[in-house]
Nanobody, 116 residues
Framework: QAQLVESGGGFVQAGGSLRLSCRAQRTILSVFVTDDFSWYRQAPGKQRELVALSDNSGRTHYADTVKGRFTISRDNTRKAVNLQMNNLKSEDTAVYYC???????WGQGTQVTVSS
């Protein structure tokens, strides 16, 4: 029943990089190009926050805390949304979620842990 499946999370040292991927399935697969996709993250005890967004017109938005370090992209052939994370910091530690803005689906989340 999952519409979005994330992968690529893991444990990395500060300054390192990770590439997250969100693969569309089922309903979202057929309407991928028309939706806006985003990445959110939630650290323990904190509210879920928007990290990056890519709309169906190619426009992108980044949280100030990650701008210049993270890059969101979408692969319309693979029907996937990626988040390249460079120069990771300890404060980036969180569960990262993929989200379809128009349809309202959420992925199950993938853990990213950055050690100092």
């Amino acid at each position: 029943q999952a519409q979005l499946v994330e992968s690529g999370g893991g444990f990395v040292q500060a300054g390192g990089s990770l590439r997250l991927s969100c693969r569309a399935q089922r309903t979202i697969l057929s309407v991928f190009v028309t939706d806006d996709f985003s990445w959110y993250r939630q650290a323990p005890g904190k509210q879920r926050e928007l990290v990056a967004l890519s709309d169906n017109s190619g426009r992108t938005h980044y949280a100030d805390t990650v701008k210049g370090r993270f890059t969101i992209s979408r692969d319309n052939t693979r029907k996937a949304v990626n988040l390249q994370m460079n120069n990771l910091k300890s404060e980036d530690t969180a569960v990262y979620y993929c989200h379809s803005e128009k349809r309202g689906y959420w992925g199950q989340g993938t853990q990213v842990t950055v050690s100092s």
